[in-house]
């Protein structure tokens, strides 16, 4: 059996930072994506999601230093998670993004090609 981890969101970003390690441009960003549904009045409701994105430099990725608030994005990767021990001493767990290709326009339904 083939396994598979692979994630595709379309969305807007909120916070980004940046960081270079060694020759490499990193960007870390988190990312909205909106699920919209009819409430029980028939009412439409807005569920938010946010998505932690890890982009590294490289062949194929876009210039990420153009990766701003506010812009939409596509993004294709994989799921990762981490378990580290906060500053409060319980053992946390995150889950984040790896892209493997990010595109600044809306485009249509592509494959992933991880």
Not at 1 to 27: C, H, K, P, T
Not at 71 to 85: D, E, H, M, N, Q
Request: glycine content about 10%; aromatic content about 8%.
């Amino acid at each position: 059996m083939e396994q598979l981890n692979r994630i595709e969101l379309r969305g807007n970003v909120g916070n980004v930072r940046f960081s270079d390690v060694g020759d490499s441009r990193v960007a870390r960003f988190s990312l909205a994506t909106n699920f919209i549904y009819k409430g029980r009045e028939g009412d439409a409701v807005i569920e938010t999601t946010w998505h932690n994105i890890v982009a590294w430099s490289g062949k194929g990725m876009p210039d990420l230093s153009k990766i701003e608030k506010g812009i939409p994005l596509y993004v294709c990767g994989r799921l990762r998670s981490a378990k580290f021990t906060g500053n409060d001493g319980t053992e946390k767990q995150i889950y984040e993004v790896v892209a493997s290709r990010i595109a600044f326009e809306d485009p249509s339904p592509m494959q992933c090609g991880l």
